[in-house]
């Protein structure tokens, strides 16, 4: 009878080590989905070389190999992020700081610096999703991690993995007590707990005060509700719901934001058509203070509780204070209007001011345009058809714009969302 080899028993430090790195492993899996391609197969090799070196007793590398691939890798993250700030760039190059770091282990400070630096990273996963399956990943690799940290503060006999597995089990069992009594009982807030909720160039889908078309080179759909409206009698066609909230018509070369703009003072539409659309409406808390209605209102809304509420030229209806909790209110609106037709080019400043020594290229265009086009219809079909025939194209992940934005957009990236 032919017996099979017998495996050669690991030596403690190459176990210790190979526990560390399966915790690592551990780890780095909830990111894979997020991180790029490039990202992940730069981890998989490192980890295998890692795990290849532990098990044949090579040395580490030394740092002139170690310093061209961390500085290829961090090379890789600015051009793929044009930056080394904000949540997307961050996350990343954590992880792969966290795999280099295991090529460079020493002395034992290191292999503390690669634990804490995991049970740091393991919190940056509920950045993009918090359900029972993270939760469950995440209590598995802090299981492993304690397990791996404990086997490096044993000194003679070394319990077995099992039993020190069973100690880091129980550790994480001790937390949870008072984790369910934080859960229930520690109040709730808005937002992150640290200070920017979100990226230093990605955002979220909604409304702010100003927009800066170009900084942000991710977006994330958001599935909060801004607001919930009843219609007394039927409900408009689709065509119809366009909602107005906040104007923007100041534009100063790089951000959009409000402009100066007088009280309504009850003859500004010099004419509407159709029915009038009457709208229930509840708001939801969003620390601002305009009121969205249908496009256009007729008249400053009707807020519960008799609240202030006005309405601008730019038919902006809005709270006298910001608004920190629900409101419901009534407003009137006609979709089909003529909106300050008659206004002269003093009243429309703001709209029309354009800010000197920015984007010259589409200022130039637009002179062309105007030179071969007379009439503003024939010039505006012009600017529409420009915009159906080149090679535009939506993205939530565009790519960042320069000084010249609007130039960067319309002639060379032609890639965006609404803002843009």
Same mark, same amino acid.
């Given at each position: 009878m032919r017996l099979l080899p017998s495996l050669p028993l690991l030596t403690r430090d190459k176990a210790d080590t190979l526990l560390? !790195?399966?915790?690592?492993?551990?780890? &780095?899996?909830?990111h894979a989905s997020h991180v790029d391609w490039w990202v992940n197969l730069g981890c998989a090799l490192l980890l295998v070389w890692r795990s290849w070196l532990t098990l044949n007793g090579r040395r580490l590398p030394p740092a002139w190999i170690l310093l061209p691939v961390s500085a290829a890798m961090m090379g890789g993250v600015y051009l793929t992020h044009h930056t080394f700030f904000g949540r997307e760039a961050g996350v990343t190059m954590l992880? &792969?700081?966290?795999?280099?770091?295991? &090529?460079?282990?020493?002395?034992? %400070?290191?292999? $503390?610096?690669? !634990?804490? &630096? +995991? $049970?740091?990273?393991l919190l940056t996963s509920f950045f993009y999703q918090q359900t029972i399956g993270t939760a469950f990943i995440t209590l598995l690799a802090v299981s492993l991690l304690l397990t791996a940290q404990l086997s490096f503060h044993y000194t003679g006999t070394i319990p077995s993995l099992l039993q020190r597995l069973k100690l880091g089990l129980t550790i994480v069992g001790l937390a949870i007590p008072l984790t369910i009594v934080a859960?229930?009982? $520690?109040? %709730? !807030?808005?937002?992150?707990?640290? +200070?920017?909720?979100? /990226?230093?160039?990605?955002?979220r889908s909604g409304l702010s005060d100003s927009m800066t078309p170009g900084t942000i080179s991710d977006l994330a759909l958001s599935d909060d509700i801004a607001f919930r409206v009843r219609f007394t009698g039927a409900v408009p066609n689709k065509s119809l719901l366009y909602w107005r909230g906040i104007v923007l018509n100041y534009f100063d070369g790089k951000s959009w934001s409000r402009g100066r703009s007088a009280p309504f003072t009850g003859s500004t539409i010099a004419s509407v058509s159709g029915p009038e659309i009457r709208q229930q409406i509840i708001l939801e808390p969003n620390g601002q203070r305009w009121l969205f209605a249908l496009d256009v209102p007729a008249a400053p809304p009707i807020l519960e509780n008799n609240a202030q509420s006005t309405l601008n030229l730019e038919m902006e209806s809005r709270s006298a204070v910001p608004l920190f909790q629900r409101l419901r209110y009534a407003v009137r609106s006609y979709p089909q209007y003529r909106l300050r037709a008659e206004?002269?080019?003093a009243e429309l400043g /703001?709209?029309?001011e354009l800010p000197a @020594?920015? @984007?010259?290229?589409? #200022?130039? $265009?637009?002179?062309?345009?105007?030179? %071969?086009?007379? =009439? =503003?219809?024939?010039?505006?079909?012009?600017? #529409?058809?420009?915009? %159906?025939?080149?090679?535009?194209?939506y993205t939530l992940e565009p790519p960042l714009l320069g000084i010249n934005s609007v130039d960067d957009f319309l002639f060379s990236t032609r890639a965006g969302f609404c803002e843009h």
């Open positions: 560390l !790195i399966a915790a690592c492993l551990l780890v &780095l899996l909830p992880v &792969l700081l966290l795999t280099c770091k295991l &090529l460079e282990m020493h002395a034992k %400070r290191d292999l $503390f610096v690669v !634990i804490y &630096l +995991g $049970f740091f990273l859960f229930f009982l $520690f109040p %709730r !807030i808005q937002g992150p707990l640290w +200070g920017l909720p979100g /990226d230093a160039h990605a955002g206004a002269s080019a /703001d709209s029309l @020594n920015y @984007n010259p290229r589409t #200022l130039a $265009f637009a002179a062309e345009l105007r030179q %071969r086009y007379g =009439d =503003d219809r024939q010039l505006m079909s012009a600017v #529409l058809q420009y915009f %159906r025939h080149e090679p535009f194209a």
